[in-house]
């Protein structure tokens, strides 16, 4: 069994590969670690790549480093004027990933708020054209661990290690300074959390 998790320096990602290796992985089981440095006209794409180095440390230094991983890098070209969808990352990259390193299983790590942001149609068909795109580009379906799809993200900012939260990053568009936004959906679900559990606002 290979497994690939998709790690963004995210809450929700990191909440998946914690958990994962901690409570989830098979003693021969492979884990690959992706991480894919989009750099778009979103700004954040450094911002994401501090917070998996960070992460990364962190696990290393208690012990929870029994994977392999994995950085690739896409250029959005300037023309593209609207930033690239999770089909870029979750599809076509995770095909190319799943092809190299032979991978059967596949980690996602989309909470229960986006079901409901979105609506559960609309994220039954970007998973469905995610797969597809994948299986093109890799030759075959790839069994879904879903871990959180009925957890708020609320519940596993409180279940994460403090040190561990305070190292991710999530605002969707920073500012000039490199500050969350406090205007994009993620700033506006995730700020008012950090506040009632008194964690650090970067």
């Keep these: 069994m290979i497994t690939l998790i998709n790690f963004s320096g995210g809450i929700d990602s990191t909440y998946c590969l914690y958990k994962y290796m901690k409570d989830y992985k098979k003693s021969d089981e492979t884990v690959i670690v992706h991480h894919n440095i989009l750099v778009n006209n979103t700004g954040r794409w450094q911002k994401e790549l ?3 180095h960070k992460i990364l440390n962190w696990l290393k230094e208690h012990g929870i480093d029994d ?6 890098k896409f250029e959005q ?3 593209f004027k609207t930033p690239l969808d999770s089909i870029l990352h ?3 990259i995770s095909g190319v990933i799943a092809l190299t390193y032979n991978i ?5 790590s989309s909470p229960r708020d986006e079901y409901e942001r979105l609506g559960i149609i609309e ?10 795109v994948r299986k093109i580009v890799c030759g075959k379906t ?3 661990i879903d871990m959180i799809s009925n957890t708020k993200k609320k519940t596993l900012m409180k279940e994460i290690p403090k040190d561990l939260l305070d190292m991710c990053w999530f605002c969707r568009v920073p500012d000039a300074d490199g500050k969350p936004c406090g205007e994009c959906h ?5 700020l008012p959390i950090l506040k009632q559990i008194n964690t650090k606002i970067k």
């Design 50 to 52: 501090e917070a998996c």
């Design 123 to 132: 994220m039954q068909r970007r998973s469905r054209n995610a797969e597809a």
């Design 67 to 72: 994977f392999k991983y994995v950085e690739t």
């Design 90 to 92: 979750i599809g076509y």
């Design 142 to 144: 790839l069994s879904v």
């Design 104 to 108: 059967s299983h596949i980690v996602y």
């Design 186 to 190: 993620t700033c506006k679900c995730v």
């Design 77 to 79: 070209p300037k023309e």
